[in-house]
């Protein structure tokens, strides 16, 4: 029966987000040793322009990249690999990389993510969405993470792409390229599907993720699978926040990450066609 529930979880994700993605063909950067990463760019903005394509990239872990994988990176003129994660995470799962791409942690809010005994009682105390959705409610790493993004993406040259990245490619990554979005003019339903399109490129990951869940920490398999999906609620959850404290989500830009006005329009000038 648990077999028969993963299955069906899985193809479930697969044909509920199948017309969100059409453009999968374009976007995903098929590699052999990592899923979800792709390619941020081609969303339209509210004012009729377009996120270039090959500027920003996002992904899971980056560990287990082949040389084959090595190669096809080397060929996206990436200049920076910024990494979400936290010392723990990072000591077991370093990330490889062309030798040329500079590397960039900002590891704010993650301190503690990959330590096991803190990972065994989080996810022990977890119950339905609660902990996930303190985790995209809760603002105040956001300025340590988030700032120094946008300073690396308005830095970049005009020849070079960025890559950023989490474990997974789906939380801490997830609300990077949301912000990124919002600041470049998509509207919400837009940067809300991009969110959910992660339950499309990791639908098998997920599948054996969550068996791992059940199995190593003795988790209902409902609350498995809450730490694996991206829901609506979790990124909404963020929208929330940012507009019950600051207004707006440009507000937020200015006031929480320290963007100017000057800023965003020199970040749509370098982004958008």
Avoid at 5 to 16: D, E, P, Q, R
Wanted: hydrophobic share 40%; charged share 25%.
């Amino acid at each position: 029966m648990r077999n028969f529930l993963l299955i069906a979880f899985s193809l479930f994700v697969n044909l509920s987000l199948s017309a969100q993605i059409s453009d999968s063909s374009q976007r995903e950067i098929h590699l052999q040793g990592t899923v979800n990463f792709r390619d941020a760019g081609g969303y339209k903005t509210t004012d009729g322009k377009q996120v270039k394509w090959g500027k920003m990239y996002r992904s899971g872990s980056l560990n287990k990249l082949t040389n084959a994988d090595v190669e096809i990176l080397s060929k996206l003129k990436l200049a920076k690999d910024i990494d979400f994660r936290g010392p723990y995470e990072i000591k077991t799962a370093p990330d490889r990389m062309p030798n040329h791409v500079a590397y960039i942690n900002l590891p704010a809010g993650s301190e503690k993510i990959g330590d096991s005994l803190y990972l065994k009682t989080l996810l022990q105390s977890m119950k339905n969405d609660e902990g996930i959705l303190e985790m995209y409610q809760n603002l105040t790493p956001f300025k340590a993470r988030y700032e120094p993004l946008f300073k690396e993406l308005l830095a970049l040259p005009a020849d070079s792409a960025l890559l950023f990245h989490c474990s997974a490619g789906k939380d801490r990554t997830g609300i990077a390229s949301a912000l990124i979005l919002s600041a470049l003019g998509v509207d919400k339903k837009t940067i809300i599907d991009d969110y959910l399109s992660t339950n499309y490129y990791r639908r098998n990951e997920n599948v054996m993720a969550i068996k791992g869940l059940v199995a190593m920490y003795k988790l209902d398999e409902e609350v498995a699978k809450n730490l694996m999906a991206a829901k609506e609620s979790y990124i909404q959850a963020t929208f929330n926040s940012i507009e019950t404290q600051y207004g707006s989500v440009e507000n937020f830009l200015i006031k929480g990450i320290g963007l100017s006005k000057k800023d965003i329009k020199q970040l749509r000038k370098k982004l958008l066609y």
